[in-house]
Structure formats: structure tokens, C-alpha cells
């Protein structure tokens, strides 16, 4: 009964290859994100959608590219892969849009990505 | 300047002891203020909101200062299981901004 699951938890590969990370909600939420929380821990947010419509899509190069073919599913594809891109991916979701004070946003277990 | 700046740690603590973390942001605009938890290779969890009139749950107490840009973390009587890394997190036209945290470690 896990809310908010990743795939694959881990993935190596090597320089210019082109990855995919899933996500998937069972919390009924409208709202999910990714997020990349870099070797020094600082935790950044890279897009966000509600209701499969994006509405948060920050200075992320556009090798980057969300999916979401349902509000339960945030997926997330990398194109040409850097070694700058290693990293932990994390999905999360809220009931509620971003602009709601008090929501709360529930995190998936990470994907730890190294390229090589 | 960084939009959500934490003390840095790590924090050594004996078991019992009482610990504060304090966190400071650039944007007044900021609407709401929260402390997120992050264990070892793990993913953030909500540990509180926090209220300009300050606001406890069990050993923790979280106090915000609007006029400062100023927000911290209080924790009592601490636990070996408080260890962990503790996040600052300040939603700023929607979007949740995170502090780097602050590592806490509790010793026996």
C-alpha cells in the first residue's frame, strides 16, 4: 500500500544514454512533482503538475521532459545524459495545487541515478 | 544569498539533551513554513507546520518570526530516533523551498 512509488530505485548508465523514471501516486492526489536533491543535499523542485496540466517548470535544461498520461502517474525521461546529472530523483504529491497554504507534499522513495 | 539558510552541522547530542535549529529566509513574501525530516538515503517527511504563534507536538515546538525571517526548531528531551537531518521548508508562490538541513546525531 506504499502513497507515492518510484522506479527504479537505482540506475547506472553511461554519459548520453536516454533514461526514464516513473512514478505513481495512490494517494488520489491532483497534484505531483520531481524534485533533485544534488550531492550536497540541497533538495530542488524541477516541474510540477495538477491534474496532468504543468504548472511548475523551472530553469531545468530541456534534455528534461515530464509525463503525466494520468493524475496518478508523473513520469519523468532524460534525454543525452551528463555526469552533472547524477543525482537523487525524488517524486512526491499534494491534494492540493501548490498554492494552497498548508498542503502537504508526500515524497516517493527516491531514484538514485549515477552516470558513468 | 541562499532562500532558505540553515545552522550547519552536524549536531552531536548526548540522549536527553535539548537541541535548537534555526533557519532564516530571504523572501517576505514566504506564505507558509514547514519542517521536513530526512533520514539516511531516505525521502523527506513532514515533521510540522509552523504557526506565527508558535506551535508544539510532543517534544517538538517550532516557532516562526515574520519580522525576522526567522524560523526554528526545538527539540526536548532528545532520542536516539531523532537522528536524522532536519529541513527548513518555505512555500514561496507555491513552491517549496528547502534549506541543505541540518544533520542531528543523538548519542547514547
Redesign the interface.
Known amino acids: 500500500d506504499t502513497a507515492v512509488s518510484q522506479t527504479p530505485k537505482y540506475l547506472v548508465t553511461q554519459m548520453g544514454n536516454d533514461k526514464s523514471i516513473k512514478c505513481e501516486q495512490n494517494l488520489g492526489h491532483d497534484t505531483m512533482y520531481w524534485y533533485k536533491q544534488d550531492s550536497k543535499k540541497f533538495l530542488k523542485i524541477m516541474f510540477s503538475y495538477n491534474n496532468k496540466e504543468l504548472i511548475i517548470n523551472e530553469t531545468v535544461p530541456n534534455r528534461f521532459s515530464p509525463k503525466s498520461p494520468d493524475k496518478a502517474h508523473l513520469n519523468l525521461h532524460i534525454n543525452s545524459l551528463e555526469l552533472g546529472d547524477s543525482a537523487v530523483y525524488f517524486c512526491a504529491s499534494s491534494q492540493d495545487p501548490p498554492r494552497q497554504k498548508e498542503e502537504t507534499q508526500y515524497f516517493g522513495p527516491g531514484t538514485r541515478l549515477l552516470v558513468l | 544569498r541562499k532562500e532558505v539558510e540553515q545552522d550547519p552541522g552536524p549536531f552531536n547530542v548526548p540522549e536527553g539533551a535539548t537541541v535548537a535549529f534555526n533557519c532564516t529566509y530571504s523572501n517576505s513574501a514566504s506564505?507558509?513554513f514547514f519542517w521536513y525530516r530526512q533520514d539516511c538515503?531516505?525521502?523527506?517527511?513532514?515533521l510540522m507546520?509552523v504557526y506565527s504563534s508558535g506551535n508544539e507536538d510532543g517534544r517538538f515546538t517550532a516557532q516562526l518570526n515574520r519580522a525576522s525571517q526567522y524560523i526554528s526548531l526545538l527539540i526536548r528531551d532528545s532520542k536516539l530516533s531523532d537522528s536524522a537531518?532536519y529541513?527548513c521548508v518555505v512555500?514561496q508562490?507555491?513552491?517549496?523551498i528547502?534549506g541543505?538541513?541540518t544533520e542531528l546525531s543523538v548519542k547514547p
Open positions: 506564505q507558509s538515503r531516505k525521502e523527506p517527511k513532514l507546520s537531518t529541513l512555500n508562490g507555491g513552491k517549496l528547502f541543505q538541513g
